[in-house]
């Protein structure tokens, strides 16, 4: 079975632009989440999506969101994007909810 | 809330020495409690979990970590390191019965390897 797939690997942005990263979870796994890892904040977590629905969200600004497709494929926005928010952004996928969570390789954003 | 705490932010041994990597987490009762292992410019890869059941977990590599309800704990060990077990590894709780089924990491620990 295929694994979680993030994209683009990497991606470079400017202060005040936005950008999109998007994940495709393991095939039959409903559950996604995305995470931000700094060095500094360590992981933390940004929001679940479940069937479509937010189930759960972090403590993160309104710039930061999300949306869940019908195939459970993923994507997340960050507008208007600040030097803060450089750090990889993991996504994980899990079969339920509360099932056990399997990582993606991480989409690698730096703003300039 | 659940939470994690990682004792050290680098442990260092030699290969072929043992790797004990300390974790403690303060949950409801009965947490689920993860081990992942980071390569450089990797995502997390799991290494091994508690759900229920034998509190003695073996995991991939070679890993394998022992749940201690009285010392809330959830250490990792493996008898002997090898040059490819240096990473960063993440101990994680969850309380799919009682709180947040979403898991809570601790801030890692970085594992060096000497020749």
């Known amino acids: 079975k295929a694994g979680v797939t993030q994209t683009p690997r990497y991606l470079i942005k400017t202060r005040g632009q936005q950008v999109t990263l998007s994940c495709s979870p393991i095939s039959g796994h409903r559950s996604v989440s995305w995470y931000q890892q700094t060095p500094g904040q360590g992981l933390q977590f940004l929001f679940e999506y479940f069937s479509e629905t937010q189930r759960n969200k972090g403590n993160f600004p309104g710039r930061f969101s999300g949306r869940q497709f019908s195939n459970s494929r993923s994507e997340m926005n960050v507008s208007t994007l600040e030097l803060g928010d450089s750090a990889l952004y993991l996504c994980?996928?899990?079969?339920?909810?509360?099932?056990?969570?399997?990582f993606g390789p991480g989409t690698r954003l730096t703003v300039l | 809330a659940q939470s994690v705490t990682q004792l050290g932010s680098h442990v260092s041994v030699s290969e072929g020495a043992l790797v004990l990597l300390r974790c403690n987490y303060s949950?409801?009762?009965?947490?689920?409690l993860f081990w992942y292992v980071q390569y450089p410019n990797q995502g997390l890869q799991l290494l091994l979990k508690y759900t229920t059941g034998a509190t003695l977990v073996k995991g991939i590599n070679g890993f394998e970590a022992e749940f201690k309800k009285s010392e809330t704990s959830f250490h990792l060990t493996k008898p002997s390191a090898h040059m490819s077990d240096a990473a960063e590894y993440f101990c994680a709780v969850s309380d799919p019965f009682g709180g947040s089924y979403i898991p809570t990491f601790g801030r890692g620990t970085s594992l060096i390897v000497h020749p």
């Open positions: 994980a996928s899990s079969y339920r909810d509360k099932d056990t969570q399997y």
């Open positions: 949950s409801s009762v009965p947490p689920y």
